[in-house]
T-cell receptor, first 113, second 116 residues
Framework: DQQVKQNSPSLSVQEGRISILNCDYT??????FLWYKKYPAEGPTFLIS?????DKNEDGRFTVFLNKSAKHLSLHIVPSQPGDSAVYFC????????????FGKGTKLTVNP | GAGVSQSPSNKVTEKGKDVELRCDPI?????LYWYRQSLGQGLEFLIY????????KSGLPSDRFSAERTGGSVSTLTIQRTQQEDSAVYLC??????????????FGPGTRLTVL
């Protein structure tokens, strides 16, 4: 059973527009959420995170929103740039439990010039 | 500074053979993680080492998989009697302290394992 779900395998947007990547989770014990970005032939790199005590975290062009009641989070990238084209993974962990991260399957974002 | 390195970058092996994958974490990082990514899947946790504590092996898919971490630094993931379903990219990550704050996990480039 997938505890972290990214239902859109791909997303294509125009440069300058907003990219919205979505993630749903099922485990109510998760209380820390992260987004990682992955280029081909490279390991994932950390992008932004949010604790369950917050509903929004912003870092430059990247904002993560958390809706605990809906068990849903989203990553907004605005404005989108061609260099943002990559696979984005949503991940979650449960504090006080294992330190392992549970990842979604990823969404491939393509930003067209 | 040097990041997490993994070797080999690619490994092709025949079904039934044993393979060893190596991870060199960032110097000074006490926590080390192994994940794998099968085709079309997300990253799947395998094992976690933190300092001198007993490793968390809860993600290892079978007893054919084992891992060691020598001297609190380099780690080796061993897969015995490889099967075709073991084909995946094996990723190693290290973290300064090892905790639920996953933003401190730094990933290596991975080893792509292909079992024929």
């Amino acid at each position: 059973d997938q505890q972290v779900k990214q239902n859109s395998p791909s997303l294509s947007v125009q440069e300058g527009r907003i990219s919205i990547l979505n993630c749903d989770y099922t485990n109510s014990m998760f209380d820390y959420f992260l987004w990682y970005k992955k280029y081909p032939a490279e390991g994932p790199t950390f992008l932004i995170s949010i604790s369950s005590i917050k509903d929004k975290n912003e870092d430059g062009r990247f904002t993560v929103f958390l809706n605990k009641s809906a068990k849903h989070l989203s990553l907004h990238i605005v404005p989108s740039q061609p260099g943002d084209s990559a696979v984005y993974f949503c991940a979650a962990s449960a504090m006080g439990g294992s330190e392992k991260l549970v990842f979604g399957k990823g969404t491939k974002l393509t930003v067209n010039p | 500074g040097a990041g997490v390195s993994q070797s080999p970058s690619n490994k092709v092996t025949e079904k039934g053979k044993d393979v060893e994958l190596r991870c060199d974490p960032i110097s000074g990082h006490t926590a080390l993680y192994w994940y794998r990514q099968s085709l079309g899947q997300g990253l799947e946790f395998l094992i976690y080492f933190q300092g001198n504590s007993a490793p968390d092996k809860s993600g290892l898919p079978s007893d054919r998989f084992s891992a060691e971490r020598t001297g609190g630094s380099v780690s080796t993931l061993t897969i015995q009697r490889t099967q075709q379903e073991d084909s995946a990219v094996y990723l190693c990550a290290s973290s300064p302290a090892g905790g639920p704050a996953g933003d401190t996990q730094y990933f290596g480039p991975g080893t792509r394992l292909t079992v024929l």
